[in-house]
């Protein structure tokens, strides 16, 4: 009794020093595992998933792309002033950020932990716009600065009793480094983590305030959403860029609620 005792304390101390908190939000969030240990493995993954795709990689000097790239950059230029003026530079500091764009009908984009971008065609006929756009991409850099990838493997490996094995490197760990791979699909097609609905609705907020630091109005984030939904509901699969989200009344009213906080960083 004793011995379950001193293991389930210290499976609890492990956990109660183990959180860290969301940019912005203030959210406390379970963080087992490190940019160092995450990083790697995303860089890693993202090089492989060029690599399987560069035939439906566009070149830089495609229209498509020089537009994607530049919204992109002035989001991260936006994130990064952002983290560095708040003490929270060290969170990105090993950040790779890198944006392409694949020729792929999927109505989809991500952001890799790391600040690796793939935005795929097929989703920009429903962005229409730039704001649509930013809307999109702010909504994943969100994911990645939140850290989302890293606390639903923290919840992986705290369910799966390995969280005292999330102090040493991942990479050297099989089942930590099977978490990641299930995760990102490593050696195939890259499949996101899902996240939960709670992270979904967390990186819509984050993202309303990142487009609108880069001069992007929040304001255009409901349209972009409503024609989400109306691409959901036309009789199609629903895009996988809304797989396991909210429903769309829940987004789009929870959004509406984000705009006044989200419209104090938006200059035009």
Request: proline content about 4%; hydrophobic content about 40%.
């Amino acid at each position: 009794m004793k011995k379950i005792f001193l293991t389930a304390f210290a499976a609890a101390t492990l956990l109660f020093n183990s959180c860290s908190t969301v940019p912005l939000t203030g959210r406390s969030r379970l963080d087992l595992v490190s940019n160092d240990q995450v990083l790697p493995m995303a860089f890693q993954a993202y090089g492989e998933f060029l690599n399987e795709n560069k035939s439906t990689v566009l070149p830089a000097s495609n229209a498509q792309t020089l537009r994607v790239k530049t919204i992109g950059s002035r989001l991260i230029t936006a994130v990064q002033s952002y983290m560095n003026n708040n003490n929270y530079g060290n969170l990105i500091k090993d950040y790779k950020w890198e944006v392409n764009v694949v020729q792929n009908n999927e109505k989809n984009a991500w952001c890799m932990p790391g600040g690796k971008i793939v935005v795929y065609t097929g989703i920009l006929p429903i962005t229409q716009d730039d704001a649509g756009l930013a809307t999109v991409m702010g909504h994943e850099i969100a994911h990645a600065i939140a850290g989302h990838s890293a606390e639903r493997m923290s919840q992986e490996l705290a369910a799966q009793g390995l969280g005292a094995a999330a102090g040493a490197a991942l990479s050297k760990n099989p089942q930590a480094q099977s978490i990641f791979n299930a995760g990102y699909g490593i050696g195939g097609q890259v499949a996101m983590l899902k996240f939960s609905r709670n992270q979904e609705l967390e990186a819509d907020r984050l993202g309303l305030i990142f487009m609108a630091m880069a001069g992007y109005n929040p304001q255009s984030a409901t349209t972009f959403w409503n024609r989400m939904a109306s691409a959901s509901q036309s009789g199609q699969k629903p895009p996988e860029f809304l797989s396991t989200h909210p429903s769309d009344a829940t987004r789009i009213a929870q959004i509406q609620k984000y705009l006044p906080e989200a419209q104090q960083y938006y200059k035009k």
